[in-house]
């Protein structure tokens, strides 16, 4: 199973809005609406953001949000804050029923 | 609050096994959950490793399924890694997650465990 592909940066300035996007295939992305995005600070375990496309659980800013269209998800944050700097991961179920991660999308808030 | 914490060697010579243990606090493993392992090698990102449900079924990634091992032990509320046959290139920090049964949803990781493969 080939990572989803996922832009390797992204940069915005406090306040502004960013969206990431995640590119899988009709097997993965496209088929199911069982996609996560996952944010990690640097030497931190990864933290769910979103989940299921577009569902955020509670604690959760509602500045992230999530939306799917065909093979691409997307992760939009709004409003961005110098504490949303951090490596975005999406993922995804698959037809083999496994999951398969995106490379990764350095958020850099300038 | 659930917790999980990895435990193992930090240290695997080439071509032996690496086990690491995740032991699960705040429930039981035995619930609907699937208990899954991720790695992710330095710098770069994540990958799934495999994952097990509290029934016992397993579903590794076809990428290493002929290395890899997963297993519960519901009366010690523990499960398990066992990759053989190691690389330099399965140095990583491995986790340990916690996946909602029907949900894209993994809600509780682990810290993390750096295990390097090196003689």
């Known amino acids: 199973q080939s990572a989803l592909t996922q832009p390797a940066s992204v940069s915005a300035s406090p306040g502004q809005s960013i969206t990431i996007s995640c590119t899988g295939t009709?097997?993965?992305?496209?088929?199911?609406?069982?996609v996560s995005w996952y944010q990690q600070h640097p030497g931190k375990a990864p933290k769910v953001m979103i989940y299921?496309?577009?569902n955020r659980p509670s604690g959760v800013s509602h500045r992230f949000s999530g939306s799917k269209s065909g093979n691409t998800a997307s992760l939009t944050i709004s409003g961005l804050q110098t504490e949303d700097e951090a490596e975005y991961y999406c993922?995804?179920?698959?037809?083999?029923?496994?999951?398969?991660f995106g490379g990764g999308t350095k958020l850099t808030v300038l | 609050q659930v917790q999980l914490q990895e435990s193992g060697p930090g240290l695997v010579k080439p071509s032996g096994t690496l086990s690491l243990t995740c032991a699960v606090s705040?429930?039981?493993?035995?619930?609907?959950?699937?208990w899954s392992w991720v790695r992710q090698p330095p710098g770069t990102g994540l990958e799934w490793i495999g994952q097990?449900?509290?029934?016992?079924?397993?579903i590794y990634n076809p990428s290493l399924k002929s290395r890899v091992t997963i297993s519960a032990d519901k009366s010690k509320n523990l499960f398990s890694l066992n990759l053989n046959s190691v690389t330099a290139a399965d140095t990583a920090v491995y986790y340990c997650?916690?996946?909602?049964?029907?949900?894209?949803?993994?809600?509780?990781w682990g810290q993390g465990i750096l295990v390097t493969v090196s003689s």
């Open positions: 997650a916690r996946r909602v049964e029907g949900r894209s949803l993994f809600d509780f």
């Open positions: 705040g429930g039981p493993i035995s619930s609907t959950y699937w």
């Open positions: 097990i449900h509290h029934s016992g079924d397993t």
């Open positions: 009709s097997s993965d992305v496209g088929g199911y609406n069982f």
């Open positions: 299921d496309v577009s």
């Open positions: 993922t995804s179920y698959t037809t083999t029923k496994t999951w398969v």
